[in-house]
């Protein structure tokens, strides 16, 4: 009994990356999530609305390092363009993690996915 006990927390414990949290499957939720919330602004294709939105496709502060690319989607950001709006009420970190991971790697992006758990780590600060 006891050796089942362990091979099924094994098994179990083995399945994590099955049910989603491999990059490639954060890549497509985020173009999902990028698609019903960001693309209107950013556009589909990455290019922005040139002194309106700024482009995320080859921005040196989207493919950099990815801890305030996380804070700005969670915060927002007040700038010289403009608001962007606070997406923590709104996404949970899984689906901000998969819109992060999609925007450093779509179009000619070619950015390391960010997950879960570097944007709880954010959020709680």
Excluded: S
């Amino acid at each position: 009994m006891r050796l089942v006990l362990i091979l099924i927390l094994l098994l179990t414990a083995g399945l994590a990356p099955a049910q989603g949290l491999a990059p490639e499957d954060l890549f497509k939720q985020g173009r999902e999530v990028f698609r019903n919330n960001c693309a209107q602004c950013h556009r589909a294709n990455g290019e922005g609305l040139p002194g309106t939105f700024p482009a995320l496709n080859q921005n040196p502060f989207v493919t950099g390092d990815p801890q305030p690319v996380i804070a700005t989607v969670l915060n927002g950001r007040k700038g010289k363009l403009g608001q962007m709006p606070t997406w923590k009420e709104k996404l949970n970190d899984r689906e901000i993690a998969a819109a992060v991971t999609y925007i450093r790697h779509a179009w000619a992006n070619r950015a390391p996915a960010v997950t879960p758990e570097m944007v709880q780590a954010i959020r709680g600060k």
